[in-house]
């Protein structure tokens, strides 16, 4: 669930959040990637992303089955930020009449591909013409303990999983109108929900965990504001993937879908190693979490402004 | 769940539900209005409906709290369908830019309100910039003895509730450039969820159900073709609603949300004024099941053609 517009930091969508108040007892508390619903005993994860051509993506950056799956990876990211086990998955596509009939299907079958990816089940969805390529996707699953934005505490580590920076690279080549380089292009088509090492951090002790579909430091930000504190980030620490054209796309870059993650002070470089090899991704300390509000970008041992200007596409 | 389209009986449309074979074991099987996974040893229903401005509504035709509500409460009549309780609401909305800062306010209260007409909650959501309006509706809740399309036997009898023909009527008006007349527009604008009726249904023994979001014949046709039956239907007994234009409204016109039930023959009128009373909504035998496959239509006493021609906004 994201209740803020991924169109950017401007002002222009600020009060859209207020929509939220209107419906009062009618809705439920916002704030996590997930809402969490009582059942049974249990509780249940769910969570949904809509995606809209000419919003989200253009028709010829990703051919269709790639489409399809960074789509629904994007949306069962939502599960993994918050240490959720994937089960099902609702598809809503809305396809122009003037499209070729294989172009529903392969997209059906990038969603269905991602989402057995992590274990999950596409039970249902609704099938459409639109005038503009059209998916939502419901995404839900089981959650024991959910790890939610709001425990990090002042003294925990920050912690990132992965590489950042590549899809900010792959979406400024199109837009300049090239083809991205192969290293870019494959992180923005081909992400992977980190299911498995949300639940792993889970169990280490996380505090506090987002995904980066924002950019690592809108998300910091959104992590510092629903745990009122600050997140000290150094730049230099922050892996730039190889598919990156520079530090500013990982800083700024949005369309990530690793996690960031707070844990105790007495998680190590060793937990990483280990939580390396169990789960095939690298976990790197950025920074630390510390009294205060917002993010602190810290450059050569000094408090830097942030890069401004987030646009939608990821890109500055 | 609808995994077909709603834009008609046409040819156009056909090969998509083949995009489900192509997920294999994948995606769960597809045949009711909601999809049923097993959780906790209860089993969750789940829906989800994708609304697309210029498809599925015109903008003026509804102010956005009355499309809100028509939005969310044909999605909540697909859980109806299946004798489920509503639990929760996901509401994805698209918004374009230039649109008044109200109208998503608007629509989400509209969502909210037929939300917690039937007891369910919006619990999350997501909010973005579109080209068009666009809402995709996911709804949930619990179900203990679903009733499927599947169960009807030859010697039940068919039975509606409320009376039909009045959105196909209302739709008639906006088209032709005409405010409809008022018991029209309100049926279009208002529809109630049979969710109590639904559930009296069920304890009553109803052997198949459906809503009724295609038209009774068409949607007569699914539930025949899902239990291997054949619907009988005469005409003069399918309660015409004063907003409707004539009969023809009421066999051809979809867009409704009352529910069609198959019901043991032992069922009475007697049983029927008993559900009327208990749950404020008429019940009218419209015909039987029989052996044999598709619909049959009956006036004077004779098997008479199908009208053709569906078409999306569920008026001839």
Known sequence: MTRHTPLGGGAEFDGIRAVWARLGARAAPAGDDCAFVPW????????TDLSVEGTHFRAGWLPPRELGWRIAAAA????????????????????????????LADVMEGIGAASAEVGATVVGGDLVRADLLVVDMT??????RPVRRSGAAAGDGLWVTGALGAPAAAIRAWEAGREPRAASRERFAHPVPRVAAAQWLRDAGATA???????????????????????RIESERVPVHAGADDRRDALAGGEE??????????????????????CGVPL?????????????????????????????????
């Open 284 to 316: 790197t300390q950025v920074g630390v979490v510390e009294q205060g509000a917002g993010v602190v970008l810290v450059e050569g041992g000094r408090p830097v402004e942030l890069p401004g200007g987030f646009r939608h596409f990821g890109g500055p």
């Open 257 to 278: 879908y690793e996690l960031l993650a707070a844990l105790p002070a007495t998680f190590s470089e060793r937990d990483a190693v280990v939580l390396a090899r169990e």
């Open 40 to 47: 049974a005993g249990t509780l249940l994860a769910i969570s």
């Open 139 to 144: 995404v839900f699953g089981g959650v024991e």
């Open 76 to 103: 069962l990211s939502d599960l993994a930020a918050v240490a959720a086990t994937p089960v099902g998955v609702m598809a809503s596509v809305g396809v122009p009449e003037v499209a070729p009939d294989e172009l």
């Open 209 to 231: 965990m987002i995904d980066l579909s924002d950019g690592i430091l809108a998300d910091a930000g959104h992590l510092a504001a629903a745990s009122g504190v600050a997140c």
